[in-house]
Nanobody, 122 residues
Framework: VQLQASGGGLVQAGGSLRLSCAAS????????IGWFRQAPGKEREFVAA????????YYADSVKGRFTISRDNAKNTVYLQMNSLKPEDTAVYYC????????????????WGQGTQVTVSS
């Protein structure tokens, strides 16, 4: 499956962005999808994940209450709605597909998108 992340940009602190992860070439509805991010000089970290059905969602503590992950299997797309953005949210955001259960562990994800840059100014 191929993944294409989009929707990043420059936003002021307190603002919002919605990222999209569009999939092609596979049975999208059979994959859990996760969002990860990597800031300059830091390791990649888990942000959020959603099960194949959309019935289960998981969030990193740092984004809980501010970010919402959702999916539309008819459109082969997963969304990450990001509200109340903070400068520390600045990173390249990646979406990834996991053929098993949704996980915060990046090693379980088989397919990765190219990333989209999110920059939050103070």
């Amino acid at each position: 499956v191929q993944l294409q992340a989009s929707g990043g940009g420059l936003v002021q602190a307190g603002g919002s962005l919605r990222l999209s992860c569009a999939a092609s070439g596979g049975t999208f509805s059979s994959y859990a999808i996760g969002w990860f991010r990597q800031a300059p000089g830091k390791e990649r970290e888990f942000v959020a994940a959603i099960s194949w059905s959309g019935g289960s969602t998981y969030y990193a503590d740092s984004v809980k209450g501010r970010f919402t992950i959702s999916r539309d299997n008819a459109k082969n797309t997963v969304y990450l709605q990001m509200n109340s953005l903070k400068p520390e949210d600045t990173a390249v955001y990646y979406c990834a597909a996991d053929p098993g259960l949704a996980s915060s562990w990046d090693a379980t994800y088989d397919y990765w998108g190219q990333g989209t840059q999110v920059t939050v100014s103070s």
